[in-house]
């Protein structure tokens, strides 16, 4: 709810190990921050299994949708790495060797048949341009979608490798404060204070702590004095509505 | 890719909080694992903002493509708070005052506009039926929509009081061996052995470790016996390609 057009991404979660709780995924998180530095608000996540037919939909959709398409999982050498046939098939296109990832992964010898599967993760869509990473494999993208690994290490790498391609708007920045309060005491003046403010999206997450309920309450935009000033006006409510204000 | 049927759930992640990457979510994987266990697959999971026509949408088409639907977050008391209202919009219902979760909330005094705002609480859409929680704030379930709370310790007291209401099939069980071993080096075997039991389904998820790459080969499927096989073919092949055998 800013005034500018935001610049959105979604994030394609691929992996049945996500989804059967096996693995924790904790890379939503980190590529949701480090968008929304240079400007680019994620808006959806979808977490989907490793299946070709629901891939290559969702892939294809989130391009039409989405300024970026971001995803994370199912580029390694095995069976169940389909994510970069399912990017060619959403697209239209084929797959091709690319000739700087080949000759990395020859780099190291290996018998023939381990050779044969790790080229695999050669393969990229045609037309599709590498993302960049220092420190090993190489992601790619095709159009606006961006093919990163699964792997947190390796993901974070791809990532830094990304981000100055990227193209955001302002970056939305945020003020919390944190309290001991319910949701109930600060609904009304909260809800009055969005009102007022609609270029600031106000949102309420409460917690529970030394078995007492608290609230954090988070402003974000991209004016910092406005942000500023409603910091200063959150604290004065929590004081009205009787709550203890915590350090954020 | 189990020969039964499987049944399906979708979950739902309702919350800004986790996409701007401030909130960690933790309910999907506790939530895919309890699931499993009563014979749920969880199929896919949406992380999607506050936003009341994108929630429509997603509980609609989620509800229908799916045998159930789990819903976590956006039911507090503060303007945010809007997934009721949402599951409401989706089956075309009116929300009502639930008279249970009134007099609940009814029980602790407060100045009447904070009761107001807890009192959004008790707002069910019609006919739905509330998810019992022993320990405090209820869910509720319209149709095959399941509404949990977003903070995780709600979340699990509530999705106890759930799970002995929702039918499942045979669970899927699983068997994993993990070693010191490229998926380069066990990809081909390992598709082989995929290709030759399609009624277990075979994922490789590698990982570093001291500085070693190493690969956890799960197999999941609902016939005991079968996945016991499957674990010492893994176990042999994972010999075969020279890998060291962990602890998993």
Redesign the interface.
């Known amino acids: 709810m800013t005034s500018e057009t935001p610049v959105t991404a979604c994030?394609l979660i691929i992996?049945?190990?996500?989804?059967?709780?096996?693995?924790?995924?904790?890379n939503?998180?980190?590529?949701?921050?480090?968008l929304?530095e240079i400007g680019i608000?994620?808006?959806?996540?979808?977490?989907?299994?490793?299946d070709e037919a629901?891939l290559v939909d969702n892939i294809r959709k989130a391009s039409e949708r989405f300024d970026y398409v971001i995803t994370t999982g199912g580029i390694?050498?095995?069976?169940?790495?389909i994510t970069a046939d399912c990017v060619a098939k959403a697209f239209g296109r084929e797959l091709e060797m690319n000739e700087e990832l080949e000759t990395l992964l020859r780099r190291r010898e290996?018998p023939p048949?381990?050779?044969?599967?790790?080229l695999?993760m050669a393969r990229v869509p045609q037309g599709g341009e590498l993302i960049r990473n220092p420190n090993g494999a190489h992601g790619f993208r095709v159009e606006n979608v961006c093919v990163l690994a699964g792997?947190p290490?390796v993901m974070r790498d791809m990532l830094s490798g990304l981000l100055p391609t990227l193209k955001g708007a302002k970056p939305?920045r945020?003020r919390t404060v944190t309290a001991f309060v319910t949701?109930?005491?600060?609904?009304?003046p909260?809800?009055a204070l969005?009102q007022a403010h609609p270029s600031i999206?106000?949102?309420?997450?409460?917690?529970?702590r030394d078995g007492r309920y608290g609230t954090s309450l988070?402003a974000?935009g991209t004016d910092e004095a406005a942000l500023d000033n409603i910091e200063s006006t959150l604290k004065s409510l929590v004081a009205d509505a009787g709550g203890e204000l915590l350090d954020s």
């Open positions: 994030v992996g049945d190990e996500i989804l059967s709780g096996r693995t924790q995924d904790v939503l998180a980190h590529i949701a921050t480090e929304n608000q994620v808006s959806e996540a979808h977490v989907l299994p490793d629901i390694g050498p095995t069976h169940d790495d290996a048949e381990i050779m044969a599967a790790r695999r792997i290490r939305v945020s949701e109930s005491q600060i609904a009304g909260l809800g969005q999206s106000l949102g309420s997450y409460p917690f529970s988070v974000r």
